[in-house]
């Protein structure tokens, strides 16, 4: 691979916080992400009917990635299967961050198809990254991980991965564990579908990081077993619990701040709120819309925090694992006063880099 057209698109994606939204809400993300650190990944079929409209005619200057998402969802396409060429030269033809073919899923030790992604988007150009919807085995040092960064390294392309999983994807050690050793790697890695724990990503060597907009955005939901309905059901609308660093269902917060009203928790300082407990959120004239700009908010809010100013990655760890732990601490503040606030498992993986962090700490 050309180093100068590497850096082109590292440079270009550095650090950035994207907002990863389906394509009929892209103008709403437009506002949210259009600052310093922030981009979108616009996604699905009219992605790029959108990415057309946001950079010739809302002149939108932030990375722009498209992501078809053909390795989601029940008639998801699989690994082996061509990309559309069309899809790729119409992102050239709009220069776009950088070009994502629309690869289907890596299944589970679908080695070949792996490989058969790698080696196409190698291909296609130094302005190519390959985007990768993994079976959560990919992440596993007993099952794919060996593999998967052996393949990543000869092939030397950026990588752009969506991770499998019901729920919350890092919330097995395995695939955590298995997340920090890829990230560790040189090449370049782009985290798409997160949540809250992109950030995290963009402390431990994540080239950029994107937070989905909805739960289906977050991760990619497992195919339905045959026979049974599956499809991960009607999400309830969350919002992001500063102090906690997750998502809450808007019915959770309402009952937490019942329970415990003068807790600072529920109090939120970012525009949208502007003070106001987060209450608010479940009776504003449109819910969903109010979430989605406080969440977003509240993200660009902790990743400035961390990122801006000189600190060494070793600080930005410190600072996002302290970030952690205190979450945690809330979480068993307010599990033994409201019903059941319990921490996601992705965010006790984080706290739990506490101990590890101590041991690399250099001695003063
Ligand atoms: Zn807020």
């Keep these: 691979m050309n180093a100068s057209s590497t850096t082109r698109v590292q440079q270009t994606l550095a650090e950035t916080l994207l907002v990863q939204t389906d394509a009929n809400h892209g103008l709403d993300a ?87 992604i790698l080696t196409r988007v190698r291909s296609l150009g130094d302005d190519a990254i390959a985007p990768l919807g993994l079976h959560l085995s990919w992440l596993d040092i007993n099952r794919g991980l060996t593999t998967l960064i052996e393949q990543v390294e000869a092939a030397g392309v950026p990588i752009a991965i969506a991770l499998e999983h019901p729920k919350d994807p890092l919330g097995p050690h395995y695939a955590f564990d298995g997340l920090m050793s890829l990230l560790a790697q040189p090449t370049p890695v782009i985290m798409l579908r997160c949540d809250v724990s992109a950030i995290g990503t963009l402390c431990f ?118 970030q952690c732990d205190s979450a945690m601490f809330q979480f068993l503040d307010l599990d033994s006063i409201t019903y059941r606030w319990e921490p996601p498992a992705a965010l006790e993986n984080w706290a739990a880099r506490a101990t590890h962090q101590i041991t690399l700490r250099p001695t003063p």
């Design 30 to 116: 437009i506002a949210c992400a259009d600052r310093q650190g922030g981009g979108l990944v616009l996604t699905g079929e009219k992605a790029l009917v959108t990415a057309e409209y946001v950079v010739n005619h809302r002149h939108y200057t932030r990375p722009v990635l498209v992501d078809r998402g053909r390795y989601a969802g029940r008639r998801r396409k699989f690994a082996c299967e061509p990309f559309d060429n069309n899809w790729i030269s119409r992102q050239r033809r709009l220069e776009l961050a950088a070009v994502m073919p629309d690869a289907g899923y890596v299944a589970e030790g679908d080695t070949a198809g792996l490989e058969s």
């Design 205 to 322: 060597g994540a080239l950029a990081a994107a937070i989905g907009t909805t739960t289906g955005l977050r991760h990619i939901y497992p195919l339905p077993k045959p026979g049974s309905n599956g499809g991960g059901g009607q999400a309830k609308t969350a919002a992001i619990v500063r102090g906690c660093l997750a998502y809450a269902s808007l019915d959770k917060i309402d009952q937490a701040v019942q329970a415990d009203p003068d807790n600072m928790l529920w109090v939120c300082e970012c525009p949208w709120c502007n003070g106001r407990t987060m209450q608010w959120l479940g009776s504003a004239p449109d819910p969903e819309s109010a979430a989605y700009h406080h969440s977003l908010e509240t993200m660009y809010h902790i990743r400035n925090n961390i990122l801006s100013g000189v600190v060494t990655p070793a600080e930005r760890q410190r600072s996002w694992i302290a």
